[in-house]
């Protein structure tokens, strides 16, 4: 872990369940490593901002 953005995902719209795909790239489309990713997610909602973080395991 550099603790550099490896990519950057967007969503928009009302959703009880929202869901976003990530194919294993960064952001110039090159595919990461194997390891340990920190994903934060960010919610933002008319009373402000959620955040969520949790860690994720790429193994190819």
Do not use: C
Request: aromatic share 8%; proline share 2%.
């Amino acid at each position: 872990m550099t603790g550099e953005r490896v990519a950057r995902l967007q969503g928009y719209g009302p959703s009880d369940l929202f869901q976003i795909e990530w194919d294993l790239t960064n952001d110039n489309g090159d595919g990461v490593r194997n390891g340990a990713y920190l994903v934060v997610i960010a919610i933002r909602h008319d009373t402000g901002t959620t955040v969520d973080k949790s860690f994720i395991a790429v193994v190819r």
